[in-house]
């Protein structure tokens, strides 16, 4: 009896201990939440952070809540929320908030994933209010405006947040960037699809992958920019600073390719193709660190290149200054 006891009492000591470690475990795992669950990105995004037998799995953080959000005036977003939620709940466990202020009770970051830019400011304001980390998926606001009161506010509270396209941190566009594979960037020519969503200017809905690319391999200073656009393409001439000429190309016809090619000092070298693993690295490192992967000026200098955009197409050939994007 008494050897039986010793050995209950040892499995439960390590049944304890198991649990106790779980929890530990459990606990340092950085604690993300999604905002707006419309967006095959909450599916593809928390596959790759959750699932650690996924091919391209990347530690270090777990989706664990969502607020559903949506866009009633856009079809493509209200139709897919239920579905999308209802996967989430199903393989994950992840629960669900009815406002953004309890999901912030709750996690330890958030990912701000609905697909339209419109609610993007107003679904931020309580994240930052929150002082929590906060990454805002492409793009980043339905207006520069918008993306300026983002960035105020987050100045004046101190929170970190970053946004971009998962196309930025595709290796193939980072070695299109690389100085090591092209020496000093003299041009680049980039591209992407470019549909239009009516409740957006023309290149936020689309377009902001190409034009992501662009300022990836161009870096920030573009002070103005032309546009040619017809029903299957649109094309924007970027002038920088320096003398640089950067290009984008919008297709709705043909095939839908992402990339660009690169005019360098020591060559050239284009690049195409598409994954989400590069975006879950640095997303993940952005949590950990509260340090953005690149200056947030870049993001917002990219709403006012596709805003100068959408004032240059009513005037074909004509230079538009990009507008500012000062935060005094």
Not at 129 to 151: N, Q, R, T, V
Request: hydrophobic content about 40%; proline content about 6%.
């Amino acid at each position: 009896m008494l050897r039986h006891g010793w050995t209950v009492m040892v499995v439960g000591l390590f049944l304890a201990g198991v649990a106790t470690g779980s929890r530990a475990a459990e606990e340092g795992v950085f604690r993300l939440g999604l905002i707006g669950l419309d967006t095959s990105h909450v599916i593809a995004f928390t596959n790759m952070l959750n699932d650690p037998d996924h091919p391209d799995h990347v530690p270090g953080c777990k989706v664990v809540a969502g607020f559903k959000g949506g866009s009633p005036e856009i079809e493509s977003s209200i139709s897919r929320v239920e579905g999308y939620t209802q996967q989430l709940q199903d393989r994950w466990g992840v629960r669900i908030y009815d406002t953004i202020e309890e999901l912030c009770e709750n996690v330890d970051g958030v990912l701000l994933e609905s697909v339209s830019g419109l609610p993007h400011l107003e679904q931020a304001r309580p994240v930052i209010a929150a002082g929590l980390p906060l990454f805002i998926d492409k793009p980043l606001a339905g207006s520069l405006a918008d993306a300026l009161e983002i960035a105020r506010l987050a100045k004046a509270k101190g929170v970190p947040w970053f946004s971009a396209s998962s196309l930025r941190f595709w290796s193939d566009v980072q070695k299109a960037a690389s100085a090591d594979v092209v020496g000093d960037v003299l041009g680049c020519d980039a591209y992407s699809p470019c549909a239009y969503e009516p409740h957006h200017p023309d290149l936020f809905w689309y377009g902001i992958h190409g034009v992501e690319i662009l300022y990836t391999v161009m870096g920030s200073g573009c002070k103005e920019v032309t546009r040619v656009t017809t029903p299957d393409t649109d094309f924007v001439v970027g002038l920088w600073s320096d003398g640089r000429i950067g290009t984008f190309r919008g297709t709705r016809k043909g095939n839908h390719g992402y990339g660009c090619t690169t005019f360098g000092t020591k060559g050239n070298y284009t690049a195409s193709g598409h994954s989400y693993k590069g975006l879950m690295e640095a997303l993940v490192q952005f949590f950990k660190t509260g340090e953005p992967p690149f200056p947030n000026e870049v993001s917002l200098e990219i709403l006012a290149f596709m805003e100068a955009a959408q004032e240059a197409k009513a005037a074909p050939g004509k230079p538009v200054a990009l507008p500012s994007i000062s935060l005094e």
